[in-house]
């Protein structure tokens, strides 16, 4: 504070204040299908119910998630502990880190923020879980973009990534979101954020190697995109036998890894996220 007042922290200060790798993260999320909800959501069994009464609640509901609700889990998270299921410790670090977050606009059906990266993430999470709770409405999604930027780039340039991306999380299938490369559907990303606690921590102590890492990603890079089945699975042998340093190192990590042979699991198929989640949380600056 100087004077009394809250000072506004710089971009180049909430950058600083991100885990690892000292990068603005930037969010861009907007309300999937209006108006094929405000047209069909209220239609059972045959019947339209959509009255313009019922329309224009909905139509208020989604005004005061954007222009209400994004802001108040900004500023006091505390008041969503229950409502999202956060414990102790969670309560406090989202307290203490959620307030660090800039919106840019958050109106209408769509926002725009700034924070330090991974707290930004870990909001996002939140944000859509909430947004499902507020409406209570399985056809009404979020699709978004979310990027990693030094803290110079300009708004307007920040602006047309995010738009980008999440243009590509729309045509991927919507309730998406878009990072590090993928299109990841919102019901996967607490997976795979567990995957990237876990790659941090053996990262952190040792029992993987940055370079066996983006050994992973770049096998991942080689064989996911051949359009063959066959040619796809041959990542498969060349994985196990670059996992054997793993398990020279520790048997349970080694045994956790393997999941990774099984080409349906998401873990494998949404491989660049987690792994560059946890190689940007461990980076330094």
Same mark, same amino acid.
């Given at each position: 504070?100087?004077? %009394? ?14 885990? %690892?790798?000292?990068?603005?993260? @930037? ?18 069994? %045959? ?36 409502? /999202?299921?956060?414990? &102790? ?26 924070? #330090? ?50 243009? @590509? ?11 590090? $490369? ?19 921590? &053996?990262?952190?102590? $040792? ?9 992973? /990603? ?9 359009? &063959? ?7 498969? #042998? ?10 020279? *190192? ?14 349906? &699991? ?5 491989? #660049? ?7 940007? *949380?461990?980076?330094?600056?």
């Amino acid at each position: 504070e100087e004077g %009394g007042e809250e000072r506004v922290l710089t971009f180049g200060e909430l950058a600083a204040l991100s885990k %690892g790798a000292p990068y603005l993260g @930037a969010l861009m999320l907007d309300a999937d299908r209006m108006g094929e909800a405000f047209a069909t959501g209220y239609r059972r069994k %045959g019947r339209d119910l959509a009255t313009p009464s019922r329309l224009a609640a909905l139509s208020r509901t989604l005004e005061v998630f954007f222009a209400t609700e994004v802001l108040s889990l900004l500023e006091t998270p505390g008041r969503y502990r229950e409502r /999202l299921g956060w414990d &102790d410790l969670e309560a406090r670090e989202k307290a203490e880190r959620y307030p660090l977050i800039y919106s840019v606009y958050s109106g209408g059906d769509d926002l725009f923020l700034l924070g #330090p990266w991974n707290v930004l993430l870990d909001f996002a999470l939140d944000l859509e879980r909430l947004y499902g709770l507020f409406t209570q409405h399985e056809g009404l999604t979020l699709s978004g973009g979310f990027i990693l930027a030094g803290p110079s780039l300009p708004i307007p340039e920040l602006s047309r990534l995010l738009t980008r991306a999440e243009k @590509a999380a729309k045509e991927a299938g919507r309730g998406r979101l878009f990072l590090f $490369g993928q299109a990841v559907p919102w019901g996967e990303l607490p997976g795979l954020r567990a995957w990237a606690e876990a790659l941090s921590r &053996d990262l952190r102590e $040792g029992r993987v190697s940055r370079a066996q890492a983006y050994r992973w /990603l770049s096998l991942w890079r080689r064989f996911s995109p051949l359009e &063959d089945p066959g040619e796809r699975m041959r990542y498969k #042998p060349l994985l196990a036998y670059a996992l054997r340093r793993v398990r020279e *190192r520790d048997e349970g990590a080694w045994e956790r890894y393997l999941r990774l042979l099984d080409h349906q &699991d998401p873990a494998w198929a949404y491989l #660049p996220v987690w792994v560059q989640w946890a190689l940007y *949380r461990e980076r330094r600056a």
